[in-house]
């Protein structure tokens, strides 16, 4: 469900398009345990498997980074790891703010899963003057006064919103105007950018009524079939195919 808006063209500058985009992170995260066990090669079926991902479509995502693997062998594990790190621009240190230090804020900010993959909190920023200066994580939160000045000392192009929905159009466009080309929005809000800005939208809650709709339809074949009324027919699975646009993650483009 797209709940914003995001700039970017239905195919990238170097012709990958965005629904393989959006599964290179499957990708990776289950060749980076792959990597972890110092397994060396891996079949396209192992690692779709593992991605939770179609092994053709798999095949054909890695023809759009040159990637065949080899007949027999399969893909170099570590070579994978590399060519889609480079390709998601991980090879790279990005210096992310996080703003909005409240209860989602600072679970974020104490998540070790972002370091271990490029993104450095570079700082936190919250509007309320009681919490300047107290350390969250270990980063002391500033306040919402020095968000410009926050955003250029530290090269910042990414921006994480954690504030109440009625905040975060406005620290939304404060960001852009300081160089913020990238958001991600927790806030369930819809925000508007200009050209040029991509907006990434995570909304549990949406995930969870997707799960109710199935839980719902689940219980009502389980009826028919008991009471002879219907034939039951397979829910798919969180492996299974999820139509055209692919496997893609729970964060949605805004
Ligand atoms: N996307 C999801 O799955 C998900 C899950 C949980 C919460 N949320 C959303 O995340 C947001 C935060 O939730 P929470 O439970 O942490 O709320 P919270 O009330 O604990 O924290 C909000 C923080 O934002 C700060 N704030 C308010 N206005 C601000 C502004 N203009 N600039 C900077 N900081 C500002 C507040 O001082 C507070 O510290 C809410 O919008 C909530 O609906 C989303």
């Given at each position: ?98 703003v909005g230090?409240g209860?989602l804020g ?20 919250d509007a309320d ?15 919402t ?16 919103i954690a504030t109440p929905a009625g905040a975060a159009q406005q620290v939304c466009d404060r ?10 929005n927790f806030a369930p809000t819809v925000l508007n ?62």
């Open positions: 469900m797209a709940t914003g808006r995001t700039h970017r063209p239905a195919t990238r500058s170097r012709g990958i398009p965005e629904a393989t985009v959006a599964r290179l992170p499957l990708y990776l995260r289950a060749l980076t345990a792959l990597s972890e066990r110092s397994v060396p090669t891996v079949s396209s079926e192992e690692l779709a498997a593992a991605a939770g991902v179609n092994s053709a479509k798999l095949r054909k995502d890695f023809s759009y980074l040159g990637s065949y693997g080899t007949r027999g062998v399969g893909y170099d594990v570590e070579y994978l790891v590399y060519q889609i790190s480079r390709e998601l621009g991980l090879t790279q240190d990005w210096p992310v703010v996080i230090i209860n600072a679970a974020l900010a104490n998540y070790g899963g972002f370091a271990s993959r490029g993104f450095r909190v570079a700082a936190l920023i003057p009681a919490m300047a200066g107290k350390p969250v994580a270990g980063i002391p939160v500033q306040h006064d020095d968000l410009e000045k926050i955003i250029e000392d530290n090269g910042v192009s990414i921006g994480v960001l852009v105007a300081a160089g913020v080309t990238s958001i991600l950018v200009p050209e040029g800005v991509d907006v990434r939208k995570v909304d549990l809650s949406i995930e969870l009524q997707i799960l109710a709709f199935h839980e719902q339809r689940k219980a009502g074949e389980e009826a028919a079939s008991t009471d002879g009324t219907g034939p039951v027919t397979a829910v798919r699975g969180e492996s299974g195919d999820k139509g055209p646009d692919g496997d893609v993650p729970a964060v949605m483009p805004a």
